[in-house]
């Protein structure tokens, strides 16, 4: 009953925020009101989130309080985030988890011998964590002119998305084992549900996300 009254408290908030920036983008100019429709489409994703974190959390013994916290902590912080930043820095952003998730992944199968986390995530090792580090300081420094960026503060926020990226993947696999579940949905065929998709970028967008609004 308890998780129930926070699932409805979370979507709530969700909710009410995607209708106040939608009004807010009322009279805007063209690209400022495409920064709002970001922001509305990382409403849908966190709500999609929370329903699916709701499911799995139904199954786990303890611990739920503590993922709920961490989830609406990093979800009202990247709705923040994703509302104050330029859409081409959100997109920036997303990018290089993106990179950081397909250079992981690949450089993983293809090398991987040392286990990184075997009681969280055993699929992943540190060949992967470093084939997507050197992947997204790659891609974050080619394409820092999305977010306006230097070299050196392009390397520093790359760096930064894989470590939060990392954090935010173990911390949704680490749910999964204690719920005893493989995917969290099937809402995103072949890839599973929206927090297997996106669970890196949520805590990346709150962190990192803070980072780039500083550097602005």
């Keep these: ?6 699932l409805v408290f979370t979507l709530t908030g969700f909710a009410i925020g995607a209708v106040m920036m939608g009004l807010g983008s009322r009279g805007l100019p063209s690209a400022a009101v495409r920064g709002r429709w970001v922001t509305l489409l990382v409403v849908f994703i966190l709500a999609a989130g929370a329903v699916e974190l709701y499911r799995a959390a139904r199954l786990m013994r303890s611990g739920t309080a503590l993922f709920w916290l961490v989830y609406i902590v ?8 994703v509302w104050l930043l330029p859409a081409a820095s959100v997109a920036y952003l997303y990018l290089l988890i993106a990179v ?8 993983g199968q293809l090398f ?7 009681r969280i995530s055993p699929g992943k090792s540190v060949e992967g964590l470093l084939g997507g580090l050197a992947g997204v300081l790659i891609v974050s420094v080619v394409l820092r002119s999305l977010a306006g960026l230097a070299v ?20 949704a696999s680490w749910v999964k084992r204690l719920s005893g579940i493989k995917d969290y949905s099937n809402a995103l065929p072949g890839h599973g ?11 990346a967008g709150a962190l990192v996300g803070g980072g780039l609004l500083a550097l602005a």
């Design 193 to 203: 549900g929206f927090l297997d998709r996106f669970d890196s970028f949520i805590l």
């Design 1 to 6: 009953m308890m998780i129930f009254r926070i």
């Design 112 to 118: 991987g011998r040392h286990p990184l986390a075997p």
């Design 152 to 171: 050196p503060a392009s390397l520093a926020v790359g760096t930064a998305t894989a470590i939060a990226g990392l954090g935010g993947d173990l911390a």
């Design 100 to 107: 950081y998730d397909g250079f992981s992944q690949v450089t």
């Design 74 to 81: 990093a979800g009202l912080l990247l709705l923040r985030n």
